[in-house]
């Protein structure tokens, strides 16, 4: 299957400090891209859902002014963590896809610690 | 709308003896079903999918699964636990725009 990649791994930031995390598909073109998150034993919640060129879309209760989200390119979307607070330490995962209902493929994820 | 329920979080099974998952699904349309597996810090990984053509899928490292629309279910078998089996499995319902759903999970323990 298709590769996507997350940077970083893992991140460690002091409360009210940005954290950007990276998404690339590395071996195909990613038409849309979504951003997950998982709490400490619990399932994974959609975030958004980014199309290239084109703002991103929220799901309900997810704040866009604090998870920015840019998708300038077809391999490559970001997700920043604005002025991050302990409660948003969590593990994002982001998925692409080549758009319409083609499969999504997941990147590694990245863990977040807000101190 | 679309939901998905795991109607175990925990399940531990021997090494050798079948696996059972169960996942059922509410959809107000023909669902597309998905079984994902996350190792410890590892992506998820596709372990079979169901898109309205044979109601038995097969998919990777032996593992199937079958669609039951009258009981909405898609319960994973395996018929013998390896050691490597042991993750998180996760039942999935696709919507419009692609949107995945995700089910609790259930995590699977596989003793020797």
């Known amino acids: 299957g298709a590769v996507v990649s997350q940077h970083p791994s893992w991140v460690i930031c002091k409360s009210g400090t940005s954290v950007k995390i990276e998404c690339r598909s590395l071996?195909?073109?990613?038409?849309?891209m979504f951003w997950y998150r998982q709490f400490p034993k619990q399932s994974l919640m959609l975030m958004a859902t980014s199309n290239e060129g084109s703002k991103a879309t929220y799901e309900q209760g997810v704040e866009k002014d604090k998870f920015l989200i840019n998708h300038a390119s077809l391999t490559l979307s970001t997700l920043t963590v604005t002025s991050a607070h302990p409660e948003d330490s969590s593990f994002y995962i982001c998925?692409?896809?080549?758009?319409?209902?083609?499969?999504?493929?997941f990147g590694p994820g990245t863990r977040l610690t807000v101190l | 709308a679309q939901s998905v329920t795991q109607l175990d979080s925990h399940v531990s099974v021997s090494e050798g003896t079948p696996v059972l998952l169960r996942c059922n699904y509410s959809s107000s349309y023909s669902p597309s079903l998905f079984w994902y597996v996350q190792h410890p810090n590892k992506g998820l990984q596709l372990l079979l999918k169901y898109t309205s053509a044979a109601t038995l899928v097969k998919g990777i490292n032996g593992f199937e699964a079958e669609f039951k629309k009258s009981e909405t279910s898609f319960h994973l078998t395996k018929p013998s636990a390896h050691m490597s089996d042991a993750a998180e499995y996760f039942c999935v319902v696709r919507a419009a725009g692609n949107k995945l759903t995700f089910g609790g999970g259930t995590r699977v323990l596989v003793k020797p």
């Open positions: 071996d195909f073109q990613a038409t849309t």
């Open positions: 998925s692409a896809s080549a758009g319409g209902p083609q499969e999504q493929f």
